[in-house]
């Protein structure tokens, strides 16, 4: 089992807040990710000004695109983005536009979607998905359970690198114990924390003894 990586999600409202906190954790993390809000209020600065910061790291766009999917993702790509995000929703053509448009495609999971469809994903070259625990969700009382382990360990047995997401923070990384997570993605537990480079480096430790 490989060591998972760790992703800041970058839900700022403004391109200087994002770089406030991507120039205190962007060495300690594996990924950078420009988050949905982010993508929607400066489009594809950000995702510019980061490359430039770190021409090294990974950088994810998180459009969660639902179509148009071949020029979303050559915008990305060619602003400096390695990987963005298509919404499950988003048709079979489009998504298959967008993989081979950018480096890697990840299909974000929200609402109703099912392993039939994952299927689909799968046989057009789609390697990762986000498993995710939406912000509305965790406000309404929802948490990880089961049934959600459950599901991410299916999508592993089906060939998928899965990155999980949502409220999380060092005790719910404990829930992931012995599966194969490529990815954990934290946003405010680490952008909104006191010192967000400590929290940064605690969540690395974190990952480190538990896998």
Known sequence: MRKPNLQIALDSQSLEEALETVREVGDVVDILEVGTVLCLQEGMKPVKAIRALYPEKTILADTKCADAGKTVAKNCKDAGADWMTVICCATIPTMKAAN????????????????????????????????????????????????????????????????????????????????????????????????????????????????
Request: no cysteine.
């Open 100 to 211: 081979e448009a950018i480096d890697q495609l990840q299909v974000e999971l929200y609402g109703d979607w099912t392993f039939d469809q994952a299927k689909e994903w799968k046989n057009i070259g789609i390697e990762q998905v986000v498993y995710h625990q939406s912000r509305d969700a965790l406000l309404s009382g929802q948490t990880w359970g089961e049934k959600d382990l459950n599901k991410i360990k299916k999508l592993i047995d089906m060939g998928f690198k899965v990155s999980v997401t949502g409220g999380l923070n060092l005790a719910t990384l404990e829930l992931f114990k012995g599966i194969d997570v490529y990815t954990f993605i934290a946003g405010r537990s680490i952008a909104k924390a006191d010192k967000p480079r400590e929290a940064a480096k605690e969540f690395k430790e974190k990952i480190d003894q538990i896998f």
